[in-house]
């Protein structure tokens, strides 16, 4: 069975940003750093916006 983290790691790999650093205190580990930048997508048809006011959202 394949292991997780080469699953994540090969599914896109030029989509993340890998560090690897040294092990923490006494780990025979080492420590992997991975970021992943995400994109906010807005609707470019400002139609399907909502917009709401503080008498309409429920508390």
């Known amino acids: 069975m394949p292991n997780i983290h080469?699953?994540?790691l090969t599914?896109?790999?030029?989509?993340y940003a890998v560090i690897?650093?040294?092990p923490l205190g006494s780990s025979n580990h080492n420590l992997?750093?991975?970021?992943?930048?995400l994109a906010l997508?807005?609707?470019q048809d400002?139609?399907?916006w909502k917009t709401f006011s503080?008498?309409?959202?429920p508390y």
């Open 6 to 8: 080469n699953l994540f």
């Open 11 to 15: 599914s896109n790999p030029s989509a």
């Open 20 to 22: 690897l650093s040294s």
């Open 32 to 37: 992997i750093s991975i970021s992943c930048p």
């Open 41 to 43: 997508i807005i609707p």
């Open 46 to 48: 400002s139609s399907k």
């Open 54 to 57: 503080s008498e309409q959202v």
